[in-house]
């Protein structure tokens, strides 16, 4: 890999009302403005040569990633470690009930229920940015969530995880060459060897 494009999806049927949602398999579509959102991002990477589209497991960013390549052949890599927070008992529920209960508690705790740490997410983005980093194609445009993406720029400006970050705009194109991944990556793995919020 040389460049990456990163990407949150389109506006969601349970983000545009503040709905956490952690399983791949619990159905969420695009709402019509997450479409249009889709649309413009291909748009915006009409003239740039995309080898590789990476995604999660999910529907919402399966199908951001097939509207903004529509009528393009581009090979796809679908990475279960890019999905969302396994929420635990906070899933269905909403976000802002997850942020303030990730916000009390140490990033090692697991969400109640059979949710996720964060430090344990963090690990997983780490290990899905490394297979992204090891592939050959040239330009790969990753879709997946807020949380992968918004970790990378902030590592980029020396922040490291934490429990509250700001959103990513939907479908808006981040372009990173390799060195700037590469140093993302690094900051976010050595966070995830002794996790803590600062």
Do not use: K
Request: glycine residues 6%; negative net charge; aromatic residues 6%.
């Amino acid at each position: 890999m040389d460049e990456v494009i990163l990407a949150r999806h389109g506006e969601s049927e349970l983000s545009v009302v503040g709905t956490v949602n952690g399983d791949p398999a619990t159905a969420c579509a695009l709402t019509e403005t997450g479409e249009t959102q889709a649309r413009r991002l291909g748009e915006a990477l009409r003239d740039t040569e995309i080898d590789l589209c990476v995604t999660s497991e999910f529907e919402r960013v399966r199908r951001t990633a097939d509207l903004a390549l529509a009528g393009r052949d581009v090979p796809r890599l679908v990475l279960p470690e890019l999905n969302d927070v396994r929420f635990g008992r906070f899933e269905g529920g909403t976000l802002a009930a997850y942020r303030e209960w990730a916000a009390a508690n140490a990033p090692t705790l697991e969400a109640p229920g059979g949710g996720e740490s964060r430090s344990a997410t963090v690990a997983r983005y780490v290990r899905a940015y490394r297979t992204i980093l090891s592939r050959p194609e040239h330009t790969i445009l990753v879709v997946a969530h807020g949380l992968p993406v918004r970790y990378v720029l902030n590592a980029l400006d020396d922040v490291d995880p934490a429990p509250l970050v700001d959103q990513v705009a939907y479908a808006e194109a981040y372009t990173l060459p390799r060195a700037q991944l590469e140093r993302a990556v690094d900051r976010l793995e050595h966070w995830a060897l002794a996790p803590a919020w600062t």
